[in-house]
């Protein structure tokens, strides 16, 4: 019997990435005077490392013109990601980002069957109101039982610890619950802490493989184009 279901915010929820933080990242780095900018190819490859301020951080690495002390790139990344977060619930509250399809339809869906929901996230608590007080109400947090985020681990994706944090707020066993997650990283997660995973294609992961996942498909509105992974398969 499923008791819960654990769901991804960023790719899963919504497709948040392209269009809403690689966009708002750039508006930062503009506001700052900053001269770097994202574009789409260069967003991808720094989406395997999750975090916005952890991202900046890694990207530095790349710029001569970067601050040479360690201390000064961390204040600049906290300032990045802080504007960063302002452009970004503009942009939500703006309605530039939707929710994905079928994803409102299965939470009510669950919400019918008595099946509990939960998020496991990476990203700021604050990005994540932004998105839900637009597409489900001032009550969104109603909707879930565990609100799992960034800044309440310790380690993030492909760390375990938010889904270990999951269960624990749920008092499930892993096996009693399913994660629907996007990306290679937070199926890792998933994974790690044991908790079945199902994958949601995204644009940013259209081609990914994905070993940790039970099954696949390209978005929750198309259940007959879904397929389960085979053991030491190949993601699709
Ligand atoms: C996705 C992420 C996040 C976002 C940006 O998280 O890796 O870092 O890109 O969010 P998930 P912040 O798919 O687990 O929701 O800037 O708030 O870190
Ligand atoms: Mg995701």
């Known amino acids: 019997q499923l008791a819960a279901v654990v769901w991804d915010v960023d790719g899963t929820l919504a497709e948040t990435e392209r269009d809403g933080h690689r966009v708002a990242f750039n508006r930062a780095f503009e506001a700052l005077g900053v001269p770097w900018r994202w574009d789409v190819a260069r967003y991808g490859e720094l989406l395997t490392v999750t975090g916005g301020r952890e ?3 890694r990207d530095m690495g790349t710029h001569a013109d970067a601050p040479a002390l360690l201390a000064e ?3 600049l990344a906290q300032r990045l990601h802080e504007r960063k977060n302002q452009f970004y619930a503009e942009l939500v509250q703006d309605g530039a980002i939707a929710l994905r399809p079928g ?3 299965l939470m009510s869906a669950c ?3 008595g099946v509990r929901m939960a998020l496991a996230t990476t990203t700021s608590r604050t990005n994540v109101a932004a998105l839900l007080r637009v597409h489900l109400g001032v009550r969104w947090a109603a909707w879930f039982d565990v609100v799992v985020c960034g800044e309440d681990v310790r380690h993030k994706k492909p760390d375990p610890e938010v889904y270990l944090q999951v269960l624990a707020g749920l008092r499930l066993g892993p096996l009693q619950t399913l994660a629907i997650e996007d ?3 937070g199926a890792a997660a998933a994974r790690a802490a044991e908790v079945p995973v199902v994958v ?3 644009v940013y992961f259209e081609q990914a493989t994905f070993d940790d996942a039970i099954a696949i498909g390209p978005g929750l509105h198309r259940r007959a184009d879904w397929r389960p992974v085979l053991r ?5």
């Open 183 to 185: 990306s290679p990283v």
């Open 111 to 113: 919400a019918d069957r």
């Open 200 to 202: 949601t294609r995204s």
């Open 103 to 105: 994803v409102v339809a």
């Open 73 to 75: 790139r961390e204040a």
């Open 55 to 57: 991202r900046l951080l």
């Open 232 to 236: 030491g398969g190949h993601g699709d």
